[in-house]
């Protein structure tokens, strides 16, 4: 039983609530728990996507407990780390789509888990940032690599070595968050985008998902050779047929479990 996380589920999406007040610090226990359901949600092929949100008005994730790095010890700080990464790696890795519907601030670790999800949508009145550098402290659960994808190295260096924090029309300004919307609809809008892609071939949607993925590792020339050796891989599969059968048919597409 969950502690700090709560799920529940809406049709073809899965909402997990980060419940653990006032700031919905991470914990290790709490990133366990968050590793914990990605992984029983990748297994569960009803489940198509899944959005991340935060508990109350005011906090999406304030970050990590700073108790945690109060006495200066590397091994409980090696130990958070392990935890920060399997969690964020089981978020970034999920198969279908995910949402991060950001209703407070999100901050430090908490802005780092949204950056792991596909798309962002934030609340008027929210702010984010990465100012662990205040503490002395660095982002170390991706944050440095994946902000600097989403907004260039310049604002990414405003944000994490000066430390600022930006408002949502800001944030989507530069790029960070892909819609603002009004107080109290984030949770709704980000659902309403996530469950697209239950429109969507589930294989299909995985392998364009890694291609999209690995695009900033890759040559252009090794990026079409994947992408080649992809679509061959789908093409006479018995979902291709369906999808482009209700196409022809003028049909909605009945998609089988992903294997």
């Not at 008005?57 to 392990?82: P, W």
């Not at 809008?189 to 392998?207: E, Y």
């Not at 999209?212 to 079409?224: N, P, Y």
Request: hydrophobic fraction near 50%.
């Amino acid at each position: 039983m969950a502690k700090y996380l709560t799920l529940e589920h809406l049709g073809q999406s899965a909402i997990i609530t980060i419940n653990h007040p006032p700031a919905n610090l991470w914990s290790i226990a709490s990133l366990q728990e968050l590793a914990g359901m990605m992984s029983a949600l990748q297994s569960d092929k009803s489940v198509r996507s899944v959005v991340i949100t935060g508990a109350g008005d005011a906090f999406f994730c304030a970050g990590v407990d700073l108790n945690l790095f109060a006495a200066g010890s590397k091994q409980e700080a090696a130990a958070l780390l392990d935890a920060l990464a399997a969690a964020f790696a089981a978020v970034r890795n999920y198969s279908g789509v995910t949402v991060a519907a950001i209703n407070g601030y999100a901050l430090g670790g908490g802005l780092e888990c949204a950056l792991m999800c596909d798309y962002m949508v934030v609340e008027r009145g929210a702010r984010l940032g990465l100012p662990e550098a205040r503490v002395g402290l660095l982002p170390a659960g991706g944050g440095c690599k994946r902000l600097a994808d989403k907004v260039g190295v310049s604002w990414a260096k405003r944000m994490i070595l000066g430390g600022e924090i930006v408002d949502a029309q800001k944030a989507y300004d530069i790029g960070l968050v892909e819609e603002i919307v009004d107080p109290g609809f984030a949770k709704i809008i980000a659902v309403s985008l996530a469950g697209k892609v239950a429109n969507q071939a589930p294989l299909a949607v995985a392998r364009a998902r890694q291609l999209i993925e690995d695009g900033a590792k890759l040559s252009l020339e090794q990026h079409l050779q994947q992408g080649r050796a992809a679509l061959l891989e789908l093409v006479g599969g018995e979902e291709q047929l369906e999808g482009v059968a209700a196409f022809l048919g003028k049909r909605a597409p009945g998609w089988a479990d992903e294997d």
